[in-house]
């Protein structure tokens, strides 16, 4: 399938942002370095953002509130967004350290938001056959197994859910096209896009982000 990247990243990113709970100001200093702490496999404490933010840690407080679906463990510390330390069935591999995502596409957007390369197993729904690839911020997809793998993608239409329940639960990998029909019945209006056609809607919508113009999972 032949995809408008541009133009698909541009609907993702305005219904995204008009999602409650989806970040405001905050996206736009808070999240990337979020991320990148969160990569190192360890939960990140609000000492840790204020240091490789440069913001007072109210600032990070206030910022982390912006975030819906943020997780937390026990201690309080940060444990998720978008990349998780809690199982998923989106793993997610950078620098030797197993992570989860949330989403199938956030395994595409965030190589390029973290400048490291990954790599990712998920299942496909249903069957349970695993999607195995490697990403590369630069090179894209530098292996899918299988070949004829696919992800769903969907438009959030400013539902009351926040970020995670209104585009995140939807997306997935699918070993197949035929694999994902069933899945694309119970949901009008949805479509499945080729591996390396989703990489491309992913590091467009990254770069969005990364420049403050987009609102992400």
Do not use: K
Not at 34 to 60: C, K
Not at 93 to 110: K, M, N, R
Not at 165 to 180: K, S
């Amino acid at each position: 399938m032949s995809i408008d990247a541009d133009h698909l990243a541009t609907r993702l990113s305005a219904a995204i942002s008009a999602t409650p709970g989806a970040g405001g100001d905050a996206m736009g200093w808070l999240w990337p370095a979020l991320l990148r702490e969160l990569a190192r496999g360890r939960p990140v404490t609000i000492n840790d953002l204020a240091r490789v933010t440069g913001r007072s840690a109210a600032e990070v407080s206030d910022g982390l509130g912006m975030l819906s679906d943020t997780e937390y463990d026990r201690r309080g510390l940060v444990i998720g967004h978008g990349i998780t330390l809690r199982e998923t069935p989106h793993q997610f591999t950078v620098d030797g350290h197993a992570l989860y995502t949330w989403c199938a596409l956030d395994t595409l957007i965030f190589p390029t938001v973290l400048d490291r390369p990954a790599q990712i197993v998920s299942p496909t729904p249903g069957s349970g056959e695993p999607v195995r690839l490697s990403v590369d911020p630069a090179a894209g997809i530098t292996a899918v197994e299988p070949a004829t793998a696919v992800v769903s993608v969907v438009v959030p239409d400013g539902c009351a859910a926040g970020v995670r329940a209104a585009f995140c639960n939807q997306v997935h990998f699918f070993a197949t096209p035929d694999a994902a029909r069933d899945w694309l019945t119970e949901h009008p209006g949805a479509a499945v896009l080729p591996v390396a056609d989703a990489f491309d809607l992913g590091r467009r919508l990254a770069h969005n982000l990364l420049a403050g113009q987009a609102r992400c999972c």
